[in-house]
């Protein structure tokens, strides 16, 4: 087991930012984002030796973490999101910015939880409709449809919000 347990620390060393990115962008929330990682990181520790000699270990535990982000919703009540401003120093005005990651990030929450993921999978972490209905455990066809809902649902919100900001005279219609 001592092997196994330095493979896996080494992994969650190497990997953990990016999981997080995964876990946060699903749930919109600090708290939740590393509550669903550890989570799930505790339910694989294990079996790690199986996950360790999967095709990509990433993919696993990404696949892991997507199941129970959406298995979780069906269970719990929805919280309450906090936003934080981005660490590091950014380029260009970071209000702006900022702004823009919590309109893109309020957007995304509105939608579904499958079809929320679905999205993150296609748009974040460049994946086939194959591979998402593999971690959704649907078929590609679904699939398919997740991702045009979703990306229809957006531009109703963008067509919305544009809408709202006409009426109050702040923005121009192009």
């Known amino acids: 087991m001592r092997v196994s347990s ?21 749930t919109r929330s600090e708290v939740a984002a590393e509550e669903l990682l550890q989570d799930t990181l505790a339910r694989l520790y294990p079996k790690w ?3 360790a000699s999967s095709d990509s270990p990433v993919a696993y535990v990404r696949r892991a973490l997507i199941n129970a982000f959406v298995s979780g919703q069906r269970r719990r009540l929805r919280e309450v999101s ?18 823009e990651r919590r309109a893109v990030l309020r957007r995304l929450a509105a939608l579904p939880p499958r079809q929320r993921a679905a999205l993150v999978m296609r ?23 997740l991702i045009s809902r979703g990306l229809v ?6 067509d919305e ?6 009426r109050d005279g702040q923005g121009e219609r192009s």
């Open 161 to 166: 919000a544009l809408d709202a900001r006409m």
């Open 153 to 158: 649902a957006l531009r109703a919100q963008d």
């Open 6 to 26: 330095v493979i896996f620390a080494d992994f969650v060393h190497e990997n953990s930012r990016t999981l997080y990115g995964t876990a946060f962008i699903l």
């Open 123 to 145: 748009y974040l972490y460049d994946r086939s409709d194959g591979e998402i209905a593999a971690v959704l455990d649907c078929r590609v066809a679904t699939v398919r449809s």
């Open 82 to 99: 906090v936003w934080a401003v981005p660490e590091g120093r950014a380029q260009g005005d970071v209000a702006e910015a900022v702004t």
């Open 49 to 51: 030796d199986r996950v």
